[in-house]
């Protein structure tokens, strides 16, 4: 019943997109120590939503001649690569961390949202 509603497909979306960065995420800390392994990292969730790969943009319309011109948008699919240890790898664990609490962090926001949703439509439905 729920998951017909937008707001609940949305935030399934979500809770799937975070699942699939938290297991890029582990996979870039295991193989920390593999020599010539470059960090990865999935879309970013808007990127998801506007259905581009993670190379592409979307145009924004000029729909006047007076109107600025777009800036182009585009999301990263693999993580920035910077110094690489001398075995080739390059994964940050201090990057990762980071993104991992950011993910951690996005899933809380997303699954909390979907509980008082549901509950509110509970409230609704007087059940």
Do not use: C
């Not at 392994?37 to 581009?52: E, Q, S």
């Amino acid at each position: 019943m729920f998951s017909q509603i937008p707001l609940f497909q949305l935030a399934e979306r979500r809770l799937a997109w975070v699942d699939a960065r938290q297991r890029v995420l582990a996979q870039n800390i295991a193989n920390i120590d593999t020599p010539h392994w470059a960090g990865r990292d999935v879309a970013p969730f808007a990127a998801t939503l506007r259905g581009t790969a993670a190379g592409g943009a979307l145009e924004v319309a000029r729909t006047a001649e007076g109107h600025l011109a777009p800036k182009p948008t585009g999301g990263a699919s693999s993580a920035a690569i910077g110094e690489r240890a001398p075995d080739g790898n390059s994964v940050s664990l201090d990057d990762q961390l980071t993104r991992i609490a950011e993910t951690d962090a996005a899933h809380e926001l997303t699954a909390d949202l979907y509980r008082k949703y549901l509950g509110m439509f509970r409230t609704a439905l007087g059940r």
